[in-house]
């Protein structure tokens, strides 16, 4: 599917297709969104990328095997969910909140760091079944 | 003591499994990690167990959540026991599949994913909420499934089918059961289900909701009629996953029925006489299945199954000294069967052979390891001073109590059966003079490899069999501690108390 129209829009679709993952991942505690539908948007960003340019492009352009996000993200989510236990002594997963309010953020607490912690191991999963299933055809 | 302490177990494993993510491609830093991990585990465990024996039953509200809105993580003394026999289980397979399973396989993931499955077995036994046991149930589904193929032989992939299928199929069916008893009751907290199910009106709905119950962890633990998944399937791993899988996986359903059936349902006489009806006849069906195969780990599929009966006689008797019987032999199984399965794994490496009749000469090669190998042979048969012994005559004990005499005679015709089984192969495998068997090219016997995998593989049998001898000459500390377990699992109160203390 290497057409012209498709190959310059996809340029323009991934960096917006990231920043909308972002968008809603953060938008996730309270409003429909969260990690996990994030980390789904961010991998159509990069499987539309390989659809338009190839798979070899998209390896380029990630740098690194997207399997290694999967642990990476597991390591987030486990070490905000093991942070109370070490910091303020409390049951597993409690959430823990920084008391000032951030401007732009808003108010910062553990569960942000779970939630991009899922966001890294959904793209990872995907982009890893994905990468292996168009490779082997 | 440390009430942080409960979910230790949980997060030792994931802090494992994601550390060997990590390593994914270095073999040889895994096996390491794996290894000294599940010591570490073990250590936790007998720390949660002597706590847990000192102190009482300990609980977690995850989240700091108040039950029973939260997730409460109960580790009383039997989730105590279980985990801790995942634990001393969890070292062995460890150390067994770092000597035997082939590069290849590791290569796929085999121990992040093997640590995965510790993970649910241990948060199935800890959990105090019965959709959370859905989930671990779930976890643990999907990684034996990976277990279960990895290498992707055509064989594997055959028993994965059926064994997937039934499993889904039970999970299914466990998840309407959850939805009906919320939707009855409005809560998920076993120990709130507890009160709230017993004030429910609608006691038909609730009888029909438990047998749901059964139906589901039935199909898990491999009860009559429901059992052909497992020996369709657990021959055809690798000798590490099998020891894994026959130790542990029946035994989670056999778990969670002993506890949704003390703690949230009564058993009424109609389900004590289909679960006494069921038990006779996986005793039966299992011995009957084990007589006429001729693969060993087939054989030991089917008294995996047979004796599985024995569990649910003794929970279906439902008297203080028949779940005592019934612990006290969930105990001896897992030990001996996670045993026997790396037996067979290293008769395996030797003679290349899983057929009893082409097998011989065992004993005239290796007679130190044969007598080895006895051990958890013979304890598993019962011969009196050896640990299955003991479970059996409390619930021969029981059934003469409660007059239960089909019981009796389905345990004494199991416990022949089992005998003959286990005499049988000791002839053809350790006694008999074998036909000479023609060399398999590019297998890696047991006397090509290096002292280091061979040590790999024996300590492990040579542990677990030393854990048997401990079950049988120290019965006494074992009963003791099965009858507290009983006795916690007939007055459920104080479980309830130690969960809503609030």
């Known amino acids: 599917m290497k057409t012209i129209i498709l190959r310059t829009a996809s340029n323009y679709m991934l960096p917006l297709l990231l920043i909308f993952s972002v968008f809603i991942l953060l938008r996730g505690h309270y409003l429909p969104g969260g990690g996990f539908v994030g980390g789904l948007i961010a991998s159509i960003a990069f499987v539309l990328h390989a659809f338009a340019n190839g798979l070899g492009d998209t390896r380029k352009l990630l740098h690194f095997h997207p399997g290694f996000l999967m642990p990476t993200g597991l390591a987030l989510s486990f070490l905000s969910g093991v ?46 079944i994905i990468f292996t299933i168009s490779e082997s055809t | 003591m440390m009430p942080q302490l409960v979910i230790y177990p949980l997060i030792v494993q994931m802090l494992l499994a994601i550390v060997l993510m990590f390593v994914w491609s270095k073999i040889s830093w895994q096996r390491t990690i794996s290894i000294v991990g599940s010591i570490l585990n073990l250590g936790i465990a007998v720390w949660l167990f002597s706590s847990v024996w000192q102190h009482g039953s300990h609980t977690v509200q995850a989240g700091n959540w108040q039950p029973p809105f939260g997730i409460t993580f109960v580790a009383d003394t039997f989730a105590a026991t279980m985990v801790l026999l995942t634990a001393i289980a969890g070292v062995a397979v460890s150390s067994f599949s770092a000597g035997s399973v082939i590069p290849a396989r590791l290569k796929f993931g085999f121990f992040p994913i093997f640590h995965f499955l510790l993970l649910g077995l241990n948060g199935a036994f800890l959990t105090g909420d019965i959709f959370n046991l859905y989930v671990w149930f779930e976890i643990i589904i999907i990684t034996s499934f990976v277990l279960l193929t990895i290498g992707g032989e055509k064989a594997q992939l055959e028993g994965a089918v059926k064994y997937f299928t039934l499993n889904i199929l039970a999970s299914i069916i466990f998840l309407t059961a959850i939805a009906v008893l919320y939707g009855l009751t409005g809560s998920l907290n076993m120990a709130d289900l507890a009160a709230k199910v017993a004030a429910v009106e609608n006691r038909t709905l609730v009888q029909v909701n438990a047998l749901l119950f059964l139906v589901g962890f039935g199909i898990k633990s491999a009860v009559f009629p429901l059992y052909f998944w497992l020996p369709a399937s657990y021959h055809t791993p690798p000798s590490a996953v099998s020891a894994i899988f026959g130790g542990l996986l029946t035994k989670v359903g056999v778990y969670a029925l002993m506890r949704v059936f003390t703690l949230i349902f009564d058993v009424d006489p109609f389900l004590e006489n289909v679960l006494l009806a069921v038990a006779v006849l996986t005793l039966f069906s299992g011995a009957v299945g084990a007589i006429v195969q001729k693969n060993i780990r087939k054989i030991f599929s089917y008294l995996v199954i047979c004796h599985i009966g024995y569990m649910i006689a003794g929970l ?109 192969l000791w002839g053809e495998v350790f006694w008999k003079t074998g036909e000479k068997l023609p060399e398999t090219r590019n297998f890696p016997y047991f006397k090509k490899l290096t002292k280091m995998k061979k040590t790999q593989m024996m300590a492990p049998i040579i542990f677990l069999s030393i854990v048997s001898l401990y079950l049988g000459f120290g019965a006494e500390n074992i009963q003791a501690l099965s009858e507290r377990i009983a006795f916690e699992l007939m007055d459920n109160q104080e479980y309830i108390n130690a969960v809503l203390r609030k």
């Open chain 1, 83 to 128: 942070s109370p236990l070490i910091f303020t002594g409390e049951p597993f997963m409690t959430g823990l909140w920084y008391p000032e309010h951030l401007p732009i953020v808003g108010n910062l607490g553990s569960a942000l760091f779970f939630d991009i912690g899922v966001y890294l191991v959904v793209q990872g999963v995907t982009l890893t």
């Open chain 2, 316 to 424: 279906g008797m439902m008297t203080e000294i028949a779940i005592a019987g019934a612990v006290f032999y969930l105990i001896h199984d897992i030990t001996v069967k996670t045993n026997l399965f790396m037996m067979s794994g290293v008769i395996y490496k030797i003679k290349a052979n899983h057929n009893i009749k082409k097998l011989g000469d065992f004993y005239a090669d290796y007679p130190k390891m044969s007598l080895l190998f006895a051990i958890p042979l013979f304890s598993l048969v019962g011969i009196p001073p050896l640990s299955g012994f003991w479970p059996k005559l409390s619930l021969i004990s029981a059934g003469w109590t409660t007059e239960n005499y089909m019981v009796i005679g389905g345990i004494i015709f199991a416990s022949f059966v089992t005998l003959f089984v286990i005499v049988k």
